[in-house]
């Protein structure tokens, strides 16, 4: 419940206004709102004490991301990966930034460092599958849509459509 949340961090930010958990904390309740003006707010305070908290300059792109702010997503994405290098999310992260940016082999290639770090990232072979298919590469499309779905079941998530045939249906 994001609106209990937020209040419990409101009226705990009143005894310790410097906590950089509980403004990140806030920052993030605000982001999930959609109240991401407020969000930045938090942030903003956080970011002062705490300059070098990867998960900072994380929410900062992802909410960069809604204002279209796509070079402030992408250099607050690199830096949180230099300061958090084996988080596979924020390879994924920047690499789903640069598919929406049509930059299609920064995106393999960013992908492809989430895999190094986690291979079993069914999230990562879903956009890779995608980002093949947009290079209308049907055989690394199905390939990586088939390893997303394996993934998924084995981790026992339920696949809300059939990847491996929407993959066939666009390329052969």
């Given at each position: 419940?994001?609106?209990?949340?937020?209040?419990?961090?409101?009226?705990?930010?009143?005894?310790?206004?410097?906590?950089?958990?509980?403004?990140?904390?806030?920052?993030?309740?605000?982001?999930?709102?959609?109240?991401?003006?407020?969000?930045?707010?938090?942030?903003?305070?956080?970011?002062?004490?705490?300059?070098?908290?990867?998960?900072?300059?994380?929410?900062?792109?992802?909410?960069?991301?809604?204002?279209?702010?796509?070079?402030?997503?992408?250099?607050?994405?690199?830096?949180?990966?230099?300061?958090?290098?084996?988080?596979?999310?924020?390879?994924?992260?920047?690499?789903?930034?640069?598919?929406?940016?049509n930059r299609f082999d920064k995106s393999i290639e960013t992908m492809q460092r989430a895999l190094a770090i986690t291979p079993d990232y069914p999230e990562v072979y879903d956009s890779l599958?995608?980002?093949?298919?947009?290079?209308?590469?049907?055989?690394?499309?199905?390939?990586?849509?088939?390893?997303?779905?394996?993934?998924?079941?084995?981790?026992?998530?339920?696949?809300?459509?059939?990847?491996?045939?929407?993959?066939?249906?666009?390329?052969?």
């Amino acid at each position: 419940n994001y609106d209990s949340g937020l209040s419990r961090a409101s009226a705990d930010l009143k005894q310790t206004p410097d906590s950089v958990e509980l403004l990140y904390l806030g920052a993030f309740l605000h982001y999930r709102r959609g109240e991401n003006k407020d969000s930045m707010l938090f942030l903003s305070k956080a970011y002062k004490l705490a300059p070098d908290d990867w998960r900072i300059h994380q929410l900062f792109a992802l909410n960069y991301i809604t204002f279209n702010m796509n070079e402030a997503v992408e250099a607050e994405l690199k830096k949180a990966i230099v300061l958090n290098p084996t988080n596979a999310e924020l390879e994924y992260q920047l690499g789903r930034l640069y598919f929406t940016l049509n930059r299609f082999d920064k995106s393999i290639e960013t992908m492809q460092r989430a895999l190094a770090i986690t291979p079993d990232y069914p999230e990562v072979y879903d956009s890779l599958g995608l980002t093949y298919e947009a290079l209308q590469d049907g055989k690394q499309a199905e390939a990586n849509f088939a390893k997303a779905v394996e993934l998924d079941r084995k981790q026992g998530t339920k696949d809300p459509w059939p990847l491996i045939n929407y993959a066939k249906a666009l390329f052969f």
